[in-house]
C-alpha cells in the first residue's frame, strides 16, 4: 500500500516540477502513446481495468469501521454529543421509522475523461467533490454503540442491535453503486450479497433508460465515461425543474423523467417543524443554485455558460478560457445542455418546489427567514404547499404570504399523480 503511495507521489511531482517536467515528458512519451492509444481504442475495457486495479483514496487512508456489536472507542475528535447531533439530525431530516437490518447511506461522484467539467459532474453540495466521505463517516457514527445508547435514553430513536449501517457511493457517469467497509458480520452476508445483486440490476435498468438501449448498456455507460472524446458521458442534472418535499410514498408511482429533487419528509415526525426548516434552508436552496446554474447556462450560454467544449483550454487548473485568451468561462459548456447546435436540450424553468405540510408551519419557516422568502418573492423558485390539514390541497406561494388554492383536493393517489407530474407540476403553475 505505501509502494503505491509513494509512486502516485513521485509521477504526481515529476510531472509538476519544473527541473523535471520537460525530461519525464520526453522520456515518458512512448510509454503513455501506447496507453493513450489502448484508451482510445477501447475505453471501456481500460475503465475496467483501471477501476480493477485503482489506488483510491478508500484504499489508502482506511478508516478505522467497527461493528456494531462490539463496544467502540474511536478517535475522530468530536464528543459523543456532537456524534449524536449528527446521527439524529440526519434521521429527522428524511423522517426516518423503521430500519432494516442492513442500510446503505449513498454518497454520490463521478467518473469522466478528458473533461474540465468533471467536478461539475459530482456533489455540488460537498462544493464539487463525491459525496462517499461524508456517507462513510454517517454510518461510521451510527454504528458506534455509545451512539445508539444515548439515541435510545434522550431521543427515544431505538435503533435495532441487528442493524448495520454501510457507506456506499453512486458513480453517476456509470450507475454503478460501490459499497466501502462492508464488514458484516456472517448473519448479515446473504443480506449484502442480496443488496449487491439487487444494485447491480438497477443499474442495468438505470443505464438502459438513460442510455436507450437493452442490451450492454454498463459497458456502453462504461465507454463513455472513458472515452476522452466524448462531449458528454452523462446529462448530469440537465432537465432538473422540481423539488419535492414529501414522503416517498407520495410519488412512488409516479414517472418524473428524472426531472425531480426528492427529499423524504414525513411532518407528523417533524412536531417542532426544525427539520422542515433545515431542508429549506440547506438542500432546497441548493437545489435552486442548481437550478440557477441550469438556466442561466442554457438562456445565455456565451455570457453566463462555458462556450462550445471544442475550443475550450484548461487556465491554471482552476478555470477554462474560449480559445487563446478572453475571461474565464463561469457556467456549464453548451454541451451539457444543448442537444444539437440549435436544439435545447435542458428546459430553462425556474424551480418548482412541492411540500407537503400544514401551511401555518411553512408560512412561519418563512417568516424567519428572509432569505427564503426573498429567493419566493422575487420568483426564482415556485412554492407549492400540499396541506395534508386540509385535504391535500395545494397551495401556491404569492408575494408577501398571499396563497392561491389549487381546486382539486389531492388526498386520492390518482390525483396526487395528476399534481406530481412533468412537465413539473404543469398543472398547478398554467
Given amino acids: 500500500m505505501e509502494k503505491s503511495k509513494f509512486w502516485n507521489y513521485f509521477l504526481k511531482r515529476m510531472k509538476n516540477m519544473l527541473p523535471s517536467a520537460f525530461g519525464y515528458v520526453e522520456g515518458s512519451g512512448i510509454f503513455y502513446g501506447i496507453a493513450s492509444f489502448a484508451r482510445t481504442i477501447t475505453p471501456g475495457y481500460s475503465y475496467r481495468l483501471k477501476t480493477k486495479n485503482a489506488t483510491t483514496h478508500e484504499a489508502i487512508c482506511q478508516p478505522k469501521i467497527e461493528l456494531s456489536q462490539t463496544p467502540s472507542h474511536d478517535d475522530s475528535g468530536i464528543s459523543l454529543q456532537e456524534k ?27 467518473h469522466s475523461a478528458n473533461n474540465p467539467f468533471g467536478s461539475s459532474l459530482d456533489c455540488g453540495a460537498c462544493a464539487a467533490s463525491p459525496g462517499r466521505h461524508n456517507a462513510r463517516m454517517l454510518a461510521k457514527l451510527a454504528n458506534i454503540s455509545e451512539v445508539r445508547h444515548q439515541l435510545a435514553v434522550e431521543h427515544q430513536l431505538v435503533i435495532p442491535a441487528s442493524t448495520i449501517f454501510i457507506g456506499a457511493e453512486h458513480n453517476t457517469t456509470t450507475d454503478e453503486i460501490t459499497i466501502f467497509d462492508a464488514e458484516v458480520p456472517d448473519t448479515h452476508q446473504e443480506q449484502l450479497q442480496k443488496v449487491k445483486t439487487d444494485l447491480y440490476k438497477a443499474q442495468q435498468t438505470a ?48 414517472h418524473l423523467d428524472s426531472r425531480c429533487f426528492l427529499h423524504s419528509y414525513d411532518w407528523k415526525m417533524d412536531t417542532t417543524g426544525k427539520a422542515l426548516e433545515g431542508i429549506l434552508q440547506g438542500p432546497m436552496v441548493v437545489t435552486q443554485w442548481i437550478n440557477n446554474h441550469y438556466y442561466f447556462s442554457t438562456v445565455d450560454n456565451e455570457t453566463f455558460g462555458g ?15 474560449q480559445g487563446n485568451g478572453g475571461d474565464l468561462k463561469m457556467g ?48 426564482w ?6 396541506d395534508p390539514l386540509q385535504e391535500n390541497r ?37
Fill in 84 to 110: 449524536v447531533a449528527i446521527v439524529k439530525s440526519a434521521f429527522d431530516l428524511t423522517g426516518w421509522k423503521n430500519f432494516a437490518p442492513l442500510v446503505l447511506f449513498v454518497g454520490h461522484g463521478s
Fill in 207 to 254: 443505464t438502459q433508460e438513460r442510455l436507450s438501449t437493452k442490451k450492454n448498456s454498463i459497458a456502453l455507460a462504461q465507454e463513455k465515461a472513458n472515452n476522452w472524446g466524448e462531449t458528454r458521458p452523462e446529462w448530469g442534472l440537465a432537465k432538473n425543474a422540481g423539488f419535492i418535499i414529501a414522503p416517498r410514498e407520495l410519488t412512488k408511482n409516479v
Fill in 307 to 321: 462556450g462550445s467544449k471544442i475550443t475550450h483550454n484548461i487556465t491554471g487548473k482552476f478555470g477554462v478560457v
Fill in 332 to 379: 456549464l459548456p453548451l454541451q451539457s445542455v444543448n442537444q444539437a447546435d440549435k436544439e435545447i436540450y435542458h428546459q430553462p424553468l425556474r424551480l418548482s418546489v412541492l411540500v407537503q405540510a400544514p401551511t401555518e408551519r411553512v408560512e412561519l419557516i418563512l417568516r424567519q427567514n428572509e432569505h427564503l422568502k426573498t429567493l419566493l418573492d422575487n420568483e
Fill in 381 to 386: 423558485i415556485y412554492l407549492l404547499v400540499m
Fill in 394 to 430: 395545494i397551495k401556491r406561494y404569492k408575494k408577501d404570504f398571499k396563497w392561491d388554492f389549487s381546486d382539486n383536493p389531492t388526498s386520492g393517489k390518482e390525483e396526487v399523480s395528476k399534481q406530481v407530474d412533468t412537465p413539473v407540476f404543469e398543472e398547478v403553475l398554467s
